[in-house]
């Protein structure tokens, strides 16, 4: 019976932290207590930082002038580590060691390929490093395991909770859409970059029901011809770059799209983090209401201003003031005039 | 036709030769002979105006090398190099016509006249029958007579032939040098460069002895062409035997026999 | 009628029906009854009754791409062959100068800095021009070499330099956003081609081409030694300074509106000459008209073939190489 309790005892010390499950099918074991969390990429550090901001280690890339206007100026100036997987490499891990750092964090695709370097990478550091998925479905359960997995599982709750409840409004609107219309998401300055059937670039289509007009094409991003854009003749065209949005108008080639007829082109918002397709983040939320408005405007009666307040508010930890609310929603292509 | 001065040539920064003077006139046939690194390709390439000479002066038919254009030394002095194979494939006609450009214009392409003086120029070597083979399906032999050709067709009045001989079997050297000898009986100058003392008491008139770029002697082949010059020039031991029929020729003595 | 004008006739007539097939086939269904209507009525001016977005397809989106192809097609060509006359290597390419590394490197500073269409497109000319500028005037200045041999070397030189700052660009370049742009702009593609592409690069590529033809029988003796033919009355640096400007010129313009497109330079001029032989005169038309057919062919597949598109680079390899096999195991003449 001693012996027990003692195991008991010494068990409880050692394994403070219950063990967490990342996407990887890894047992994380973190040390028992959390301070120094470094984000492997853009998505884990919006996670981290809506938790815990003061314990994100730093960013992975300096944040520009237009980006740190929406932060506190001590979160704005946290340091540039470089991303340490997913497409381009750029972190020095000594870096990462010397920044003494508890925990690495990564959110994103959660292939076989990511899942070894994760492994390699803790292996080599020592650093327990946790990987979970990246998908907005998936990003409640990110936010509770990674909450947990820092010590901060209150408010990690409260935010997961917030978000699946976001998730669910969105999904009930959809639900009563009649109609569900045929969208082209164009990238690129030509604009003849999309994402295909299941492609990650266009979630935020599949979750709102919207037809993706390239959806013939195999998953993942593709260019594609004018001839097929016109044949497809999308209703609505969504796009990331600006010189392409301008361009729409002018250009006689696009002027046969149903989309340009009817002057509904949009062009995504992209401060601080990109509303509708990378950073592939808890960040495209934002882009969640926003494309639910232009798609489905009865159904979307929502005030777009109060959900981008309240989504800064939470997660990036201020909220904009009435001049960049309006920067940021009066940029010509975001909303319908 | 021909006049060299107090010339000095050699290559930027480094003189291969001084003091080299002598005159070529219409017809006449000079050899220069010397050891290999002597200075005979270095030499001609700057009778053609390919090398800057360092000092002295060269005139061709009363003119300074340097009045002259590119085009205006081809039109007087027809270049026959050593040959080699690295050619593309164009037709023994097309590699003679090349000898015309410094006739056209710069825009030009040859006319049938060009054609006429190539073909021509073909024939008078027996060559006519090659006119449409690739330059590259041709002998050595036959090749070296088409660069002669192609120095033909530019209607020269100073063949200038490097070792013409070199690499051609026993027949085609005697075919090239019968060639040259008829040259210059229609008025063209030749100056062409030897390793074989032979050749210069075969079909030259003057002889020029080129070592470390100096001009040793200058001459009659059967005046300059003697054991002791030629112990000078090649460091080798010979005869020079007159021959019953007339004419000389230069026997090495192997081992001082 | 002669073996070489048989070649050009058959090249003439398979452009043509190329061209008519590239016309009538693509994504969006138009009919060869359907252009020929919107063409008399282009000609002739009076109105027709098809769809807006048949007139769109054909003359701003199709009409463009195929007449492009044709033009980048040639363009490449006509500067492979001067370059391996020039170089007397059978196995040079358009690029040997570092102009499409360079133009690279432009397009890749303007995706990186977020500029439109238009600026890129500039910036990869005026890149291609610049370092072909920069690559000819530093190996003009290393004397006592073989000419040719210090403008290879100096050309693969500053070629890897550039490549390695481009490199450094991808790796600097915002990887969701720009680092795809760059990756497509790199694979190259016509698919983008606008009637204003055409008409800016098609005068370009136009003057490159005139200096060429004019000296189309001049050309003949840069492959000979430096010495041969300068001996036979040729200001050969002269010459080939215009050669590498209007070849750099073509190419340049080419690769602007196209992105990098391999295979086409280093091929064709091979598969023209084992058909008429080396002389510029003769080889020069055949080899741009081989070109354009080629290119032609490929880009019409790499529309066609599926809905997304296919990178004309790949298909140009994957076709080029066993017909070319092909020609070369039946030609009875050498290079």
Redesign the interface.
Same mark, same amino acid.
């Given at each position: 019976m001693k012996y027990g309790f003692v195991l008991f005892f010494f068990s409880s010390v050692c394994f403070s932290q219950a063990p967490v499950v990342d996407a990887t099918g890894r047992e994380i074991r973190p040390p028992a207590k959390v301070e120094r969390v470094y984000a492997a990429g853009p998505p884990a550090g919006l996670l981290v930082f809506a938790i815990a901001p003061d314990k994100l280690t730093g960013w992975t890339r300096e944040m520009r002038p237009n980006e740190a206007q929406f932060f506190d100026d001590k979160y704005a100036r946290l340091p540039e580590l470089g991303?340490l997987t997913?497409?381009?490499n750029?972190a020095n891990v000594e870096v990462i060691l010397r920044a003494r750092t508890d925990l690495i964090v990564d959110v994103g695709s959660t292939g076989a390929t990511l899942a070894s370097l994760a492994a390699q990478v803790q292996e080599q550091t020592k650093i327990p490093y946790a990987l979970f998925d990246g998908r907005m479905e998936a990003t409640p359960a990110a936010l509770r395991s990674i909450g947990k997995l820092m010590g901060d599982e209150p408010t990690a709750q409260n935010l997961a909770a917030w978000y699946e409840g976001q998730l669910k409004d969105v999904k009930q609107r959809v639900a009563r859409a009649s109609y569900h219309p045929l969208v082209y998401y164009g990238?690129?300055?030509?604009g003849?970059?999309t994402g295909?059937r299941g492609s990650i670039n266009v979630e935020i289509l599949d979750f709102l029901g919207a037809r993706n007009a390239?959806a013939?094409?195999?998953a993942g991003?593709?260019?594609?011809?004018?001839?097929?854009v016109?044949?497809w003749d999308p209703e609505v065209i969504i796009t990331?770059d *600006?010189?392409y949005w !301008?361009?729409v108008w002018t250009? *006689?080639?696009w002027? !046969?799209v149903k989309a340009v007829a009817a002057k509904r082109v949009y062009l995504s918002p992209h401060l601080p983090f990109g509303w509708f397709?990378?950073?592939?983040g808890a960040n495209r939320l934002l882009g969640l209401w926003w494309a639910g408005k232009l798609l489905y405007p009865r159904e979307f009666g929502v005030d777009l201003r109060a959900k981008v307040s309240e989504f800064h508010r939470l997660f990036y930890h201020r909220e904009p003031t009435g001049a960049q609310l309006d920067a940021l929603l009066d940029e010509p292509g975001v909303l319908p005039k | 036709m021909l006049k060299v001065e107090s010339l000095a040539f050699g290559f930027p920064g480094r003189t291969v030769g001084r003091d080299v003077s002598f005159e070529l006139a219409a017809g006449e046939v000079m050899c220069v002979l010397g050891p290999n690194g002597g200075g005979k390709t270095t030499l001609f390439r700057t009778v053609l105006g390919l090398l800057e000479k360092h000092s002295g002066s060269i005139t061709l038919d009363g003119r300074p090398i340097e009045s002259l254009s590119r085009a205006g030394i081809a039109r007087l002095i027809g270049y026959v190099p050593q040959g080699h194979s690295g050619y593309f494939a164009y037709t023994v006609l097309d590699f003679v016509l090349m000898g015309r450009t410094a006739h056209l214009g710069i825009f030009s392409a040859p006319s049938a006249k060009d054609h006429g003086v190539a073909l021509r120029a073909l024939e008078s070597l027996g060559m006519a029958h090659l006119a449409e083979r690739p330059v590259t399906e041709i002998s050595g032999g036959e090749r070296q007579l088409a660069l002669v050709a192609r120095a033909l067709a530019q209607e020269p009045r100073l063949l200038v032939l490097d070792e013409p001989t070199a690499s051609l079997d026993f027949g085609n050297q005697v075919r090239v040098l019968e060639r040259m000898a008829a040259l210059g009986r229609t008025g063209i100058s030749i100056l062409f460069s030897s390793h074989d003392p032979d050749h210069a008491f075969l079909c030259a008139e003057r002889a020029l002895l080129l070592a470390e770029g100096r001009a040793l002697e200058i001459g009659a082949p059967r005046e300059v062409i003697r054991a002791d010059t030629m112990q000078r020039l090649y460091g080798v031991s010979v005869q020079v035997v007159a021959l019953a029929a007339g004419g000389h020729t230069c026997l090495p003595s192997l081992n001082g026999r | 009628m002669s073996g070489r004008a048989l070649s050009y006739l058959l090249a003439a007539g398979a452009l043509l029906a190329l061209t008519a097939l590239a016309f009538a086939v693509?994504?969006?269904p138009v009919s060869l009854g359907e252009i020929a209507a919107l063409l008399f009525s282009k000609v002739t001016g009076s109105p027709h009754s098809l769809p807006?977005?048949v007139e769109?397809?054909v003359l701003?989106?199709?009409g463009p791409r195929v007449l492009a192809a044709l033009v980048v097609g040639a363009a490449l060509a006509a500067a492979g062959t001067a370059y391996q006359g020039m170089f007397r290597n059978p196995l040079v390419s358009p690029d040997i100068l570092g102009v499409s590394t360079g133009a690279a490197l432009g397009a890749v500073l303007g995706?990186f800095f977020?500029?439109?269409?238009f600026v890129?497109q500039m910036l990869a000319f005026a890149g291609g021009l610049a370092a072909v500028g920069l690559v000819y005037w530093i190996g003009s200045r290393l004397r006592g070499h073989d000419p040719l041999l210090a403008l290879v070397l100096t050309g693969v030189v500053i070629g890897t330099l550039l490549g390695s700052a481009i490199a450094l660009l991808k790796?600097l370049?915002?990887?969701?956003?720009q680092?795809?742009?760059i990756t497509?702009w790199l694979l190259g593609?016509l698919?983008?081609i606008?009637p204003r592409d055409l008409s800016v690069a098609a005068p370009l590529a136009l003057l490159g081409l005139a200096p060429m033809l004019m000296l189309r029988w001049r050309m003949n003796l840069l492959a000979l030694p430096d010495d041969e033919a300068r001996a036979l009355g040729v200001d050969t640096r002269k010459l080939r300074t215009v050669v590498v400007a209007a070849a750099t010129l073509m190419t340049a313009a080419a690769v602007a509106v196209s992105g990098i497109i391999g295979w086409v330079g280093l091929l064709i001029p091979h598969a023209a000459r084992l058909l008429v032989g080396p002389d510029f005169g003769r080889l020069l038309p055949l080899a741009m008209l081989l070109g354009a057919a080629f290119l032609l062919a490929v880009d019409t597949l790499c529309?066609t073939i599926a809905?997304?598109?296919v990178p004309p680079g790949v298909l140009t390899a994957l076709i080029g190489t066993p017909f070319f096999l092909w020609l070369f195991a039946l030609a009875r003449r050498s290079w």
């Open positions: 991303r997913g497409r381009g750029t990238r690129g300055s030509a003849l970059q295909g390239a013939e094409a195999r991003l593709v260019t594609v011809s004018f001839e097929q016109i044949l990331t *600006p010189n !301008a361009s250009d *006689p080639r002027r !046969a397709d990378f950073p592939p | - | 693509g994504r969006y807006a977005n769109t397809v701003q989106v199709r995706i977020s500029q439109g269409v890129i790796y370049a915002d990887p969701y956003n680092l795809p742009a497509y593609s698919a983008s606008s529309r809905p997304i598109e």
